[in-house]
């Protein structure tokens, strides 16, 4: 066990890492922390720190950083989550208000914590399993042609423009007030069979017109999103030298979906995990933190950022909590 005097060394080394980039020598430590201890009192802590894994040494001379180890015992017993200031709380309502729909609210969400943390955002795609048929409209843009629209209760909408000839538009009208009858508060699986019940009900010399109709809204409403998770801020891997050996095969690993979802899966949940280092059990993430946090009524979906070990903990978590709990309080009110 470390002592107290111990974990505030510790904690002062990370500290002064992640804001210098450079190690971190005793007596910086003295005069920056004030420690009330003697260098040489640091210098003991520091090799009793090292000894135990918690930092080490990268060259001779030089000072100390933190191992994934002293990452972790910080991020559990030293840091201090720090409030987001009012500046990022206006940051974050300005930028998601007016979102439109599910695609939006990703989309929108990924870019925020790519620009509040200056990491790599990743997003996922909430689970619509839960969600329900909100409203259905059909639209006539022309003679020969139908726009279909689906509102879920998530807050996607799906749409599909169909090329059926509309000789009565009253029919449109007919067969719309049907299709709400059947789908409202149904989940799409439900409103799928729903739907394919109400064609059988419809006569034949119709069909001709309500098939193509019930076709393009079925197919509406089984449409999924093109990406099941969202990357924004790849470039601020740049900012640092961190990854020179590793960058490659990681931007390829950032490529791929499946191992992108497996990566936030492994972080789903109601509260914010982080993932040090050799913790991530993909080789190319071992040289990353993963910051993320389940987020929807029932924290199905995830989001976070990955960076380096050398991170701002406290800053970077608040953050992700923060914009977690705003996109599940969009879904679960919207």
């Known amino acids: 066990m470390l002592d107290d005097r111990k974990l505030e060394v510790l904690k002062a080394i990370v500290t002064d890492y992640v804001s ?110 839960r969600s329900t048929i909100r409203h259905v409209e059909f639209i006539l843009l022309t003679p020969d042609r139908v726009l279909v629209i689906v509102v879920q209760s998530s807050g996607r909408v799906d749409q599909a423009t169909l090329e059926v000839p509309v000789t009565d538009e009253s029919e449109l009208h007919a067969l719309r007030s049907k299709v709400l009858a059947a789908v409202i508060g149904k989940t799409p699986a439900d409103a799928a069979s ?24 079925l197919e509406a409403i089984a449409a999924e999103p093109a990406a099941h998770v969202l990357v924004a801020g790849v470039p601020n891997l ?22 992108l979802m497996r990566l936030l899966g ?7 995990t982080v993932r040090i280092g050799q913790e991530n059990t993909d080789e190319p993430f071992q040289a990353t933190s993963l910051i993320a946090s389940g987020y ?36 679960t009110v919207g």
């Not at 050996?245 to 791929?256: H, I, K, M, T, V």
């Not at 492994?266 to 914010?272: F, L, M, N, T």
């Open 20 to 129: 210098s980039r450079e190690p971190v020598g005793s007596k910086a430590l003295v005069e920056r922390h004030k420690l009330d201890v003697s260098a040489a009192t640091v210098r003991n802590d520091m090799a009793a720190l090292e000894e135990e894994g918690y930092i080490m040494q990268p060259h001779t001379s030089a000072g100390r950083i933190p191992t994934d180890k002293g990452y972790r015992l910080f991020v559990d017993r030293l840091a201090q989550i720090k409030p987001l200031s009012s500046a990022e709380r206006t940051a974050i309502t300005s930028f998601m208000n007016g979102t439109a729909d599910v695609d939006d609210l990703v989309t929108r969400t990924v870019r925020l914590l790519a620009q509040l943390t200056r990491q790599v955002a990743i997003v996922q795609y909430p689970v619509a399993q």
């Open 194 to 217: 729903a739907l394919a019940s109400l064609l059988e009900g419809v006569a034949p010399d119709a069909r001709s017109f309500a098939g193509p109709v019930v076709a393009g809204l």
């Open 238 to 259: 740049a900012s640092g030298p961190f990854f020179e050996a590793n960058l490659r095969p990681l931007l390829e690993a950032l490529e791929e979906q499946v191992v």
């Open 266 to 272: 492994e972080a789903a949940g109601d509260d914010v």
């Open 296 to 331: 929807g009524a029932d924290f199905s979906a995830s989001l976070g950022v990955l960076g380096p070990t050398r991170m701002d903990y406290p800053s970077t978590i608040a953050a992700v909590r923060a914009v977690a709990r705003y996109v599940s309080r969009f879904l």
